[in-house]
């Protein structure tokens, strides 16, 4: 069966400080990959998508970055942090592919805290 | 632009009861829906995959249906019990714009024992 992980579970960076959060998938190959946010008391906002190695989509413009460096693995970074950079993040799969037709799977999520 | 919306933000009902949770969303030019439950401090989990050309999906207590003419989708869950509470999100995933998912903000429901 496939599952994700992400870590940390928490994390508290003081404002300026550089980012890495990292997830990888297990028990599938070549999945779509996504990096979502979700700020307090605002929806889910997907970030970043990836069909591939080095393969990353950018669905808004931030201070964040995305890299695929292998087939299940994605990670989020930032080189310096902002106030607003805070949020539970979160991480997920669906079927390789277009994946429209695909369910997405996520992760246990990252809670991020910048002060 | 898709907008998500749910309605309501928040419910609280006793344990038993039948209840339907709303979702709206503007542009009807959809692949699918979905539904998620989200506990606090946590992931989400999927609940229902709608395709475009389905009506409805079931999953035990759970019921889903899709009306894309008119931008709407209902979760119904049938005899609530304390565990169902969450929140509860839905999403939609555009025809035409790459494969994101568009979520609503969600609704919380509390079912009291």
């Known amino acids: 069966s496939q599952t994700i992980h992400q870590w940390p579970a928490t994390l508290v960076q003081p404002v300026g400080s550089p980012l890495s959060l990292e997830c990888t998938v297990e028990?599938?190959?070549?999945?779509?990959l996504y990096w979502y946010r979700q700020a307090a008391g605002r929806g889910l906002q997907l970030l970043f998508y990836?069909?591939?190695?080095?393969?990353i989509s950018s669905e808004v413009p931030q201070n964040l970055s995305a890299s695929r460096p292998q087939d299940r693995q994605f990670i989020l970074s930032s080189k310096k942090l902002l106030l607003s950079d805070s949020g539970f993040y979160l991480c997920?799969?669906?079927?390789?592919?277009?994946?429209?037709?695909?369910?997405?799977?996520f992760g246990p999520g990252t809670r991020l805290l910048v002060l | 632009k898709q907008e998500v919306t749910q309605i309501p933000a928040a419910l609280s009902v006793p344990e038993g009861e039948n209840l339907v949770l709303n979702c709206s969303f503007t542009?009807?030019?959809?692949?699918?829906l979905q539904w998620f439950r989200q506990d606090p401090g946590k992931g989400l989990t999927s609940l229902l995959l709608?395709?475009?050309?389905?009506r409805e999906q079931t999953s035990g207590r759970l019921n889903a249906s899709l009306d894309k003419s008119s931008g709407r989708s209902t979760l119904y869950i049938a005899a609530s019990q304390p565990g169902d509470s969450a929140t509860y999100l839905c999403a939609v995933r555009q025809a035409q714009a790459g494969t994101a998912l568009i979520f609503g903000k969600g609704t919380t429901l509390s079912v009291s024992s």
């Open positions: 997920a799969w669906s079927g390789g592919g277009s994946g429209r037709r695909e369910t997405q799977y």
């Open positions: 028990g599938t190959s070549n999945p779509n």
């Open positions: 990836s069909v591939g190695i080095g393969q």
């Open positions: 542009d009807s030019a959809i692949y699918n």
């Open positions: 709608i395709q475009s050309s389905q």
